[in-house]
Protein backbone atom coordinates (compact mmCIF):
# COMPACT_ATOMS: atom_id res chain seq x y z
CA UNK A 1 0.00 0.00 0.00
CA UNK A 2 1.16 3.68 -1.15
CA UNK A 3 1.43 6.22 1.66
CA UNK A 4 3.07 8.98 4.05
CA UNK A 5 4.73 6.95 7.32
CA UNK A 6 5.67 9.17 10.33
CA UNK A 7 7.88 8.46 12.75
CA UNK A 8 7.88 7.89 15.73
CA UNK A 9 3.92 8.71 16.94
CA UNK A 10 4.71 10.56 20.33
CA UNK A 11 7.88 12.04 20.89
CA UNK A 12 9.24 13.60 24.21
CA UNK A 13 12.10 15.95 24.56
CA UNK A 14 13.58 18.43 27.16
CA UNK A 15 13.61 21.83 26.47
CA UNK A 16 17.65 22.89 24.38
CA UNK A 17 17.81 19.82 22.79
CA UNK A 18 17.29 19.51 19.10
CA UNK A 19 15.01 16.74 17.92
CA UNK A 20 14.46 15.27 14.28
CA UNK A 21 10.99 13.92 12.97
CA UNK A 22 10.64 11.58 10.31
CA UNK A 23 8.56 11.31 6.80
CA UNK A 24 8.78 8.74 4.25
CA UNK A 25 6.27 8.53 1.46
CA UNK A 26 6.20 5.77 -1.26
CA UNK A 27 3.74 7.39 -3.44
CA UNK A 28 6.51 8.90 -5.93
CA UNK A 29 5.38 12.42 -5.33
CA UNK A 30 7.71 15.10 -5.97
CA UNK A 31 6.12 17.66 -3.54
CA UNK A 32 6.49 17.21 0.25
CA UNK A 33 5.35 19.54 3.03
CA UNK A 34 5.49 20.26 6.73
CA UNK A 35 2.62 21.37 9.12
CA UNK A 36 2.05 22.54 12.96
CA UNK A 37 -1.29 21.90 14.26
CA UNK A 38 -2.33 23.98 17.59
CA UNK A 39 -5.76 23.73 18.93
CA UNK A 40 -7.68 26.40 17.38
CA UNK A 41 -5.20 27.37 14.70
CA UNK A 42 -5.55 25.16 11.98
CA UNK A 43 -2.61 24.10 10.09
CA UNK A 44 0.20 26.41 9.47
CA UNK A 45 3.25 25.52 6.84
CA UNK A 46 6.55 24.99 7.84
CA UNK A 47 9.11 23.81 4.82
CA UNK A 48 7.74 22.57 1.90
CA UNK A 49 10.12 20.97 -0.89
CA UNK A 50 8.98 20.77 -4.80
CA UNK A 51 11.96 18.29 -5.65
CA UNK A 52 15.74 16.73 -4.69
CA UNK A 53 17.49 19.10 -3.12
CA UNK A 54 15.29 22.25 -2.85
CA UNK A 55 12.84 23.00 -0.24
CA UNK A 56 11.58 26.61 0.75
CA UNK A 57 10.48 28.26 3.79
CA UNK A 58 6.86 27.89 4.57
CA UNK A 59 4.61 30.81 6.92
CA UNK A 60 6.55 29.36 10.02
CA UNK A 61 10.14 28.01 9.67
CA UNK A 62 11.64 29.99 12.01
CA UNK A 63 13.25 27.58 14.48
CA UNK A 64 13.02 25.18 11.70
CA UNK A 65 15.24 22.95 9.37
CA UNK A 66 14.80 20.76 6.76
CA UNK A 67 16.95 18.14 3.96
CA UNK A 68 15.98 16.66 0.82
CA UNK A 69 18.46 14.16 0.02
CA UNK A 70 16.17 11.74 -1.10
CA UNK A 71 12.61 11.76 -2.91
CA UNK A 72 11.19 9.42 -0.35
CA UNK A 73 11.93 11.14 2.39
CA UNK A 74 11.68 15.10 4.20
CA UNK A 75 12.67 15.02 7.75
CA UNK A 76 12.25 17.98 9.93
CA UNK A 77 14.26 19.33 12.54
CA UNK A 78 12.71 21.33 15.50
CA UNK A 79 16.07 23.09 17.02
CA UNK A 80 15.90 24.86 19.96
CA UNK A 81 15.88 28.11 18.59
CA UNK A 82 12.13 26.89 18.61
CA UNK A 83 10.59 28.85 21.18
CA UNK A 84 7.12 26.85 21.61
CA UNK A 85 7.81 23.76 19.93
CA UNK A 86 4.88 21.27 21.61
CA UNK A 87 2.66 20.54 18.81
CA UNK A 88 1.33 17.91 16.50
CA UNK A 89 3.23 17.86 13.05
CA UNK A 90 2.00 16.56 10.22
CA UNK A 91 3.87 15.43 6.28
CA UNK A 92 2.05 15.26 3.59
CA UNK A 93 3.01 14.94 0.20
CA UNK A 94 1.18 16.02 -3.26
CA UNK A 95 2.50 14.43 -6.99
CA UNK A 96 4.33 18.09 -7.95
CA UNK A 97 4.43 21.72 -7.45
CA UNK A 98 1.26 21.98 -9.69
CA UNK A 99 -1.33 19.29 -8.17
CA UNK A 100 -3.18 20.96 -5.34
CA UNK A 101 -4.08 17.49 -3.55
CA UNK A 102 -2.13 16.81 -1.24
CA UNK A 103 -1.86 13.68 1.29
CA UNK A 104 -1.16 13.37 4.64
CA UNK A 105 0.56 10.98 7.11
CA UNK A 106 -0.84 10.32 10.66
CA UNK A 107 1.27 13.02 12.53
CA UNK A 108 3.43 13.28 15.22
CA UNK A 109 3.38 14.47 18.59
CA UNK A 110 6.16 16.56 20.37
CA UNK A 111 5.66 17.52 23.65
CA UNK A 112 8.93 19.58 25.01
CA UNK A 113 9.61 20.20 28.78
CA UNK B 1 -3.55 36.59 0.03
CA UNK B 2 -6.13 33.83 0.13
CA UNK B 3 -7.79 32.95 3.24
CA UNK B 4 -10.25 30.84 4.56
CA UNK B 5 -12.99 31.33 7.49
CA UNK B 6 -15.21 28.13 9.44
CA UNK B 7 -17.35 30.04 11.36
CA UNK B 8 -18.49 27.18 13.54
CA UNK B 9 -15.70 26.28 16.14
CA UNK B 10 -17.75 23.03 17.33
CA UNK B 11 -21.12 21.88 16.33
CA UNK B 12 -23.16 18.98 18.07
CA UNK B 13 -25.54 17.08 15.87
CA UNK B 14 -27.99 13.78 16.79
CA UNK B 15 -27.51 10.63 15.21
CA UNK B 16 -29.52 10.07 11.80
CA UNK B 17 -29.79 13.97 11.82
CA UNK B 18 -28.58 16.37 8.48
CA UNK B 19 -25.12 18.40 8.78
CA UNK B 20 -24.18 21.03 7.34
CA UNK B 21 -20.48 22.96 8.12
CA UNK B 22 -19.72 26.28 6.63
CA UNK B 23 -16.92 27.59 4.89
CA UNK B 24 -15.94 30.99 3.78
CA UNK B 25 -13.08 31.52 1.65
CA UNK B 26 -11.05 34.75 0.22
CA UNK B 27 -9.24 34.09 -3.03
CA UNK B 28 -9.26 36.68 -5.89
CA UNK B 29 -9.21 33.96 -8.33
CA UNK B 30 -10.88 30.49 -9.56
CA UNK B 31 -10.23 28.44 -6.02
CA UNK B 32 -9.54 25.17 -6.02
CA UNK B 33 -11.50 23.92 -2.44
CA UNK B 34 -11.16 20.87 -0.36
CA UNK B 35 -12.52 19.31 2.96
CA UNK B 36 -10.59 17.10 4.88
CA UNK B 37 -11.53 15.07 7.82
CA UNK B 38 -9.13 14.12 11.19
CA UNK B 39 -9.90 11.99 13.54
CA UNK B 40 -8.34 12.53 17.19
CA UNK B 41 -4.66 11.97 17.26
CA UNK B 42 -4.72 11.22 13.56
CA UNK B 43 -3.82 12.89 9.86
CA UNK B 44 -5.55 14.62 7.72
CA UNK B 45 -7.95 12.94 5.39
CA UNK B 46 -9.33 13.90 1.77
CA UNK B 47 -13.30 13.63 2.05
CA UNK B 48 -13.55 16.11 -1.52
CA UNK B 49 -12.38 18.34 -3.41
CA UNK B 50 -13.73 21.26 -6.16
CA UNK B 51 -11.42 22.37 -9.45
CA UNK B 52 -14.14 23.06 -11.52
CA UNK B 53 -17.28 22.23 -13.45
CA UNK B 54 -20.77 20.98 -11.57
CA UNK B 55 -20.61 22.93 -8.68
CA UNK B 56 -21.82 20.31 -6.52
CA UNK B 57 -19.19 17.73 -5.38
CA UNK B 58 -19.37 14.38 -4.13
CA UNK B 59 -16.97 12.81 -1.62
CA UNK B 60 -16.79 9.50 0.31
CA UNK B 61 -18.06 8.62 3.65
CA UNK B 62 -21.65 10.29 1.87
CA UNK B 63 -20.24 13.93 2.24
CA UNK B 64 -21.14 16.32 -0.58
CA UNK B 65 -20.06 19.99 -0.64
CA UNK B 66 -21.22 22.58 -2.96
CA UNK B 67 -19.37 25.68 -4.30
CA UNK B 68 -21.37 29.11 -4.55
CA UNK B 69 -19.01 31.65 -6.43
CA UNK B 70 -21.57 34.18 -5.51
CA UNK B 71 -21.42 34.17 -1.12
CA UNK B 72 -17.63 32.75 -1.61
CA UNK B 73 -18.81 30.01 -0.01
CA UNK B 74 -18.30 25.63 0.03
CA UNK B 75 -20.55 24.32 2.88
CA UNK B 76 -20.20 20.53 3.42
CA UNK B 77 -23.25 18.14 3.69
CA UNK B 78 -24.52 14.80 4.98
CA UNK B 79 -28.17 13.81 4.52
CA UNK B 80 -27.67 11.69 7.81
CA UNK B 81 -24.98 11.55 10.27
CA UNK B 82 -23.32 8.22 11.59
CA UNK B 83 -21.49 8.05 15.28
CA UNK B 84 -18.55 7.48 13.24
CA UNK B 85 -18.39 10.86 11.60
CA UNK B 86 -17.31 12.89 15.07
CA UNK B 87 -14.30 14.18 13.89
CA UNK B 88 -12.42 17.71 12.93
CA UNK B 89 -13.15 19.00 9.96
CA UNK B 90 -11.00 21.20 7.25
CA UNK B 91 -11.82 23.14 4.59
CA UNK B 92 -8.93 24.42 2.31
CA UNK B 93 -8.40 26.79 -0.53
CA UNK B 94 -5.61 25.85 -3.03
CA UNK B 95 -3.77 28.83 -4.79
CA UNK B 96 -0.46 29.37 -6.97
CA UNK B 97 1.15 31.00 -3.88
CA UNK B 98 4.35 29.29 -2.94
CA UNK B 99 7.99 30.54 -4.19
CA UNK B 100 8.81 28.64 -7.55
CA UNK B 101 4.94 28.84 -8.62
CA UNK B 102 4.37 25.85 -6.21
CA UNK B 103 0.60 25.80 -4.68
CA UNK B 104 -0.28 26.35 -1.12
CA UNK B 105 -3.33 24.67 0.65
CA UNK B 106 -4.59 27.52 3.20
CA UNK B 107 -6.85 25.82 5.80
CA UNK B 108 -9.52 26.90 8.16
CA UNK B 109 -9.32 26.58 12.10
CA UNK B 110 -11.73 23.57 11.97
CA UNK B 111 -15.05 22.66 13.05
CA UNK B 112 -15.19 19.93 15.79
CA UNK B 113 -18.33 17.59 15.45
CA UNK B 114 -19.93 15.57 17.92
CA UNK B 115 -22.57 13.23 17.17
CA UNK B 116 -25.33 12.52 19.98
CA UNK B 117 -26.56 8.64 20.35
Known amino acids: DGGITQSPKYLFRKEGQNVTLSCEQN?????MYWYRQDPGQGLRLIYY???????QKGDIAEGYSVSREKKESFPLTVTSAQKNPTAFYLC????????????FGPGTRLTVT | AQSVTQPDIHITVSEGASLELRCNYS??????LFWYVQSPGQGLQLLLK??????LVQGIKGFEAEFKRSQSSFNLRKPSVHWSDAAEYFCAVGAIALTGGGNKLTFGTGTQLKVEL
Open chain 1, 27 to 31: LNHDA
Open chain 1, 49 to 55: SQIVNDF
Open chain 2, 50 to 55: YFSGDT
Open chain 2, 27 to 32: YGATPY
Open chain 1, 92 to 103: ASSRGYSSYEQY
